[in-house]
């Protein structure tokens, strides 16, 4: 008699074997897949686009009378002091106001727009010195108005930006019909009230250069060494703990 039984589980056993590391080396190559996967989206994730800000304002912001500006003016150092994970754009105009009905709304201007399709993840907000001119300021009653329509836009992009507002400097003088009691008394009042009432977080920059007339050289607007005083308190407030906890 043939002995077929024990035979035939040696086949039986021989298939399962060879059945059984097929699907052992399947396995294995599934898992190098998954894991070559995962390190290719770990790699990419680290090489993630830069955080982008946007320093949204006026002359101050531009960077008016700066020879470099737009590496002195505060965006342009506020860049070189955060690095290459962050890109800062400058998105000043001379001379523009808060206010639409005003003599320069920014919002009017193509500079708004760009900023707009930055699609920023951080907006710094520095406007209101100009609205303080006689002719401009017969328009405050929209100020509170206009400003929240301003956030609202940038509040609505995709990217859900954080959102800074800036208090003007203070004016050393009253050049450009440009009135420092008007910032003090009216314009800081609003932008205080308007971030209480959106929930947003203030940068003074008002404060700090009391009684500094050495960095106006023409009583309004910054030298060298005011805006990159600027640029240091935006990123102490903003982003000293972000960069610390990036490293």
């Known amino acids: 008699m043939y002995n077929c039984q024990p035979e035939a589980k040696s086949i039986n056993l021989k298939s399962n074997n060879n059945q059984t590391e097929t699907n052992k080396n399947n396995y294995m190559k599934k ?18 686009e830069p955080v982008r800000v946007a320093c949204v304002g006026n002359s101050i912001t531009y960077g008016h009378g ?28 001379s001379g523009s106001t808060m206010m639409t009905g005003t003599d320069k709304p ?3 201007e193509q500079a708004y727009k760009d900023a707009l399709e930055f699609c920023p993840d951080i907006v710094t907000i520095k406007l209101g010195t100009n609205d303080s001119k006689p002719y401009n300021w017969e328009e405050s009653r929209h100020f509170k108005q206009d400003l929240k329509i301003l956030i609202e836009s940038f509040g609505n992009l995709p ?55 050495e960095y106006f050289p023409d009583t309004i607007h910054p030298n060298e060494d005011g805006e990159k005083l600027i640029a240091e308190i935006i990123f102490d407030r903003i982003f000293a703990k972000k960069t610390i906890r990036n490293r």
Not at 171 to 178: E, H, L, R, T
Not at 205 to 212: A, C, E, N, R, S
């Open 31 to 48: 898992i190098r897949l998954i894991l070559m996967s995962a390190l290719v989206l770990t790699l990419a994730a680290c090489k993630s």
């Open 66 to 93: 700066i020879q470099d500006r737009l590496n002195d003016a505060y965006p342009g150092v506020l860049g070189a002091m955060l690095g290459d994970k962050y890109e800062v754009r400058n998105f000043g105009v």
């Open 106 to 108: 920014y919002m009017n």
């Open 159 to 213: 990217s859900k930006p954080e959102i800074w507002l800036c208090l003007p400097v203070p004016a050393m003088g009253g050049a450009w019909n440009i009135n420092d009691s008007v910032i003090f008394n009216g314009v800081i009042p609003y932008i205080k009230e308007v971030a209480q009432e959106e929930d947003l977080p203030v940068i003074d920059l008002y404060t700090p250069f009391q009684g500094k007339r």
